[in-house]
T-cell receptor
């Protein structure tokens, strides 16, 4: 285990639903990340939080809304998603916000939008 | 795009053989990292090589970096069935975040 947990592991939702993904890290890290991994595409960085402050929003549609209440927890709130949003959503953390730092990933949430 | 590109996209070998994967990138970097991902799981960090290093070892892994060619290679020696996974390189080209490639899918059969 990497010390980063994600729940739920699998999620099926309709386009009108509202759901949230949760990520928790037990490593005492200061930076947390959300990535989207779609089939046959590179891992896409969505959001970066450093010390609870959002420092990166990689042109993500507003139907994805992140929340970072503290350095250990990160949420991704989902509403009115599209079928093309179906993917594996990965959370990661690193000790420092520096880009050279090793990232530790959670197991991911497999999201299916019907 | 700025991401690293792994080559080949897929690789199938027998147990005991060596597996070599390559990564190319486009702009200068501070470091390059290799990650592994088992099917449907999160990524696991394998090794980090800095721009002033040319080679690095970790167990059965050997990573090389050629900054003049903007390329890196990952060698897995004496492969095992448990090495079956996707392997990604990640670079800090963008300046603010790691950029991952599409990955090489390695299949090791016994």
């Amino acid at each position: 285990e990497t010390g980063v947990t994600q729940t739920p592991r699998h999620l099926v939702m309709g386009m009108t639903n509202k759901k949230s993904l949760k990520c928790e890290q037990h490593l005492g890290h200061n930076a947390m990340y959300w990535y989207k991994q779609s089939a046959k595409k590179p891992l896409e960085l969505m959001f970066v939080y450093n010390f609870k402050e959002q420092t990166e929003n990689n042109s993500v549609p507003s139907r994805f809304s992140p929340e970072c209440p503290n350095s250990s927890h990160l949420f991704l709130h989902l509403h009115t998603l599209q079928p093309e949003d179906s993917a594996l959503y990965l959370c990661a953390s690193s000790q420092d916000p520096g880009i050279t730092d090793t990232q530790y990933f959670g197991p991911g949430t497999r999201l299916t939008v019907l | 795009s700025q991401q690293g590109e792994e080559d080949p996209q897929a690789l199938s070998i027998q147990e005991g053989e060596n597996a070599t994967m390559n990564c190319s990138y486009k702009t200068s970097i501070n470091n390059l990292q290799w990650y592994r991902q088992n099917s449907g799981r999160g990524l696991v960090h394998l090794i980090l090589i800095r721009s002033n290093e040319r080679e690095k070892h970790s167990g059965r892994l050997r990573v090389t970096l050629d900054t003049s060619k903007k390329s890196s290679s990952l060698l897995i020696t004496a492969s095992r069935a448990a090495d079956t996974a996707s392997y990604f390189c990640a670079t800090d080209q963008a300046g603010t975040a790691l950029i991952f490639g599409k990955g090489t899918t390695l299949s090791v059969s016994s």
